[in-house]
């Protein structure tokens, strides 16, 4: 599967997802509550639009509970999944986001900027 397949919602490797229209800001905010999914969006933000491998993220969790982290996002409508083969390809749907709820994911990883470098230990 090619990379434009990942923004095609007739490719036969994306995995269920809601429409841009169908974002609800409950889900959204739920799913960036918690840390490891707001690292995951940071990431993917950070990526530039480019696609990752969900084994490309070095977080402190097991896959199994990676996994979890991946679907809450993709069923909130953070993220936009799709399969290359064995793995999960992962893309921001920053554009959908920006249009559904202007603003939002800018202040939230504008914010989660200063948290994640306040969560690294201090060096002694």
Do not use: Y
């Amino acid at each position: 599967m090619d990379q434009d397949c990942a923004g095609d919602p007739e490719c036969p490797g994306l995995l269920p997802e809601p429409t841009a229209a169908e974002l609800r800001l409950e889900a959204v905010l739920h799913a960036l509550a918690d840390p490891i999914r707001l690292r995951i969006v940071a990431e993917l933000a950070g990526a530039g639009g480019g696609e990752r491998n969900c084994l490309a993220f070095e977080l402190p969790v097991t896959k199994s509970t990676l996994t979890h982290h991946f679907r809450v996002l993709r069923e909130a409508g953070l993220i936009r999944q799709h399969r290359r083969g064995t793995s999960k390809m992962n893309t921001l749907r920053a554009a959908d986001l920006a249009a559904r709820f202007p603003g939002l994911l800018d202040a939230v990883l504008d914010a989660a900027e200063s948290c994640f470098e306040t969560s690294k230990p201090a060096a002694r």
